[in-house]
């Protein structure tokens, strides 16, 4: 009986302290920006009791934003915004983006629950939700494991593992001014070309692999503006930037851009040679590889130091 009172009031002490802690994060509406650990998957296929093949197990890699927004008085909530995941389904990189809320905390033990609506490639956007379970991981590192059908028979499942980025790896870009935006008719199709515009503004790179010289990166706060002689059109999103080959002889760009008030569009480079200036970004990116009618960004960008160290 003793030993069963001494645990309780434990667990009683270990709850309220990550309530005060979590109360103080709760109160700076600073995002945190986090990282998918190595052993983050993407599965999708049958799960118990129903007796059929999981038919896609790939590792998720990526990064999201964890915003507090207050406190219901037994959990600290949080909102989940620019999730940008890639999974490698049938040799392709995907995109997986969204949002959704997390919460923290508890009455008697500390639980936790992730809701996330998610659009994986091109499909319609699901709901994802891990339900309120016990978290394992201690805050504010995240382990949880989100699904749509409660991994019940067929169904698609992320397990995550998440931590905060460390403000040291963080790498800060500007875009040149000799970067420009243009939209119209590329290639052979007999329509007018707009005439190349101005796009100024600066993103981030974060490293998603845990070495030395990383050569896959999540791009991060996309915040730039195209600038004509009458008005200026915000554009803002997050993808990837990745070297490959040997000699990281190429490299790719692919990024989720919101242009003013339309709706999201892929741009993508494609595979294209590194020219050797990295860290230095020299890249093309376009929504149909600028052919016909498209919209083309030339991206040159240079590092930066961090936003509180410029003049």
């Known amino acids: 009986m003793r030993r069963s009172v001494c ?22 509406p600073t995002p945190t920006l986090y990282r998918l650990n190595q052993g983050s998957t993407y599965e999708q296929g049958c799960f118990g009791p129903c007796l059929c093949p999981v038919l ?12 507090p927004t207050g406190s219901d008085g037994l959990f600290n909530t949080y909102a989940v915004t620019d999730v940008n995941w ?30 996330l609506d998610l659009q994986v490639g091109g ?15 201690p805050f504010p590192n995240l ?22 980025v460390p403000r040291d790896q963080i790498r800060y870009y500007s875009l040149r001014p000799d970067s420009t935006f243009q939209r119209g008719c590329f290639g052979a ?3 007018a070309i707009g005439q190349p515009e101005r796009i100024a503004g600066t993103f981030a790179l974060v490293p998603l692999e845990a070495t030395t010289r990383p050569r896959e990166f999540a791009v991060v706060d996309v915040s730039w503006e195209v600038s004509d002689t009458s ?21 790719e760009l692919s990024l989720l851009l919101q242009v003013g008030d339309e709706e999201p569009l892929h741009f993508d480079s494609g595979l294209v040679p590194v020219g050797g200036n990295f860290p230095a ?13 498209d919209t083309v960004i030339d991206v040159h960008a240079q590092p930066h130091k961090r936003p509180h160290q410029l003049d």
Request: glycine residues 12%; proline residues 4%; hydrophobic residues 40%.
């Open 189 to 191: 199709c007999d329509c």
């Open 281 to 293: 970004i020299d890249i093309r990116i376009s929504v149909s590889g600028a052919i016909c009618y």
């Open 231 to 251: 008005d200026t059109v915000p554009v803002s999103g997050f993808g990837t930037y990745k070297i490959v080959g040997q000699s990281a002889a190429e490299q």
């Open 86 to 115: 890639v999974v490698p389904i049938d040799g392709t990189d995907t995109i997986v983006s969204g949002s959704g809320t997390f919460r923290i905390g508890g009455e008697f033990a500390l639980q936790q629950q992730l809701s």
């Open 56 to 67: 896609v197990d790939a590792p998720v890699k990526g990064t999201f934003e964890l915003t």
């Open 7 to 28: 645990a309780a009031l434990a667990l009683l002490t270990l709850v309220a302290a990550t309530r005060t802690a979590g109360a103080r994060t709760a109160g700076d």
């Open 123 to 137: 499909g319609k956007a699901e709901h994802f939700d891990s339900g309120l379970v016990t978290g394992p991981a």
């Open 143 to 164: 382990k949880v494991t989100i699904s749509m059908n409660g991994q019940t028979c067929f169904d698609t499942v992320f397990q995550l593992s998440a931590s905060p």
